[in-house]
């Protein structure tokens, strides 16, 4: 088995894996927000008018839309699109109607999941390991160990530029040792089936690919670490279990054993 993979899994299956893992991972209680009666009042208003338009127009003035819905982003960034694009609204909109005005309230005042805030808590834990975590130009010179300064994008633009990263989505990770280069995804996995599963593989298939000046590493925490026979994790223990040596897959607990060479 691979030796990374082995000691994730050896950690992940231990005493205290949970507990350390809130250290780079918290979870925040999330309040929920309340709306006023007026708020309330306008939706019940526009909901029994059957204005398919101006219900999601004004759902969308909410900092969270009472359904999740791939679509909503883009109708955020451009509300003329809801003009264009009828049948999206069409769809929408019956999903709105099919949970009532109680549904979309309710769906309007839940709290923000924490783990939209994992690619972020990730980030902030790379200065605790004891290395720089540097702009663009001093990365580039330093000859010892050390982290890019960045966000998702700004750390694929450096690696298409310098590293031959031909991938198109974003980066949680780059670093160099001993004048290797990294790249890196980080995922907390905390759950199997629908965009989590897709998570996992579009990681995995990130791990498949290369880049011709830097190797690919996966952080991965959560349920591909859980060894429980007929369960829903199985598929994914068992896909991280097969990766061949050459493949660097760990939890994010071992980053800094990896980074130092502590095998």
Request: aromatic share 10%; hydrophobic share 35%.
């Amino acid at each position: 088995m691979n030796k990374w993979v082995k000691k994730s899994i050896e950690l992940a299956n231990g005493r205290g894996y949970l507990d350390n893992l809130s250290t780079i991972y918290p979870v925040e209680l999330n309040t929920s927000r309340e709306l006023s009666n007026q708020e309330k009042e306008g939706i019940r208003s526009i909901f029994e008018k059957g204005d398919r338009k101006e219900l999601v127009l004004f759902l969308l003035s909410f900092n969270r839309f009472p359904i999740d819905d791939p679509y909503i982003g883009f109708l955020r960034r451009d509300v003329s699109a809801i003009d264009r694009n009828p049948r999206t609204i069409k769809r929408i909109s019956d999903q709105l109607f099919k949970i009532g005005v109680e549904g979309i309230v309710s769906g309007i005042q839940r709290p923000k999941s924490s783990s939209r805030q994992f690619g972020q808590y990730f980030k902030n834990c790379l200065p605790t390991l004891g290395h720089p975590v540097l702009e663009a130009e001093d990365f580039l010179k330093i000859k010892g160990t050390a982290f890019l300064k960045g966000g998702d994008k700004s750390l694929k633009i450096f690696a298409k530029k310098y590293l031959g990263y031909k991938g198109k989505k974003g980066l949680d990770l780059v670093f160099k040792k001993n004048n290797n280069f990294f790249i890196g995804e980080a995922k907390f996995i905390s759950a199997s089936g629908g965009t989590q599963d897709k998570s996992f593989r579009e990681t995995m298939d990130f791990l498949r690919k290369k880049s011709s000046k830097a190797k690919h590493i996966a952080i991965l925490d959560g349920v591909v670490w859980a060894a429980h026979k007929n369960s829903n994790t199985a598929q994914l223990y068992g896909s991280v279990k097969r990766l061949s040596e050459g493949k660097v897959v760990i939890s994010a607990l071992l980053l800094k054993d990896f980074i130092e060479g502590r095998e």
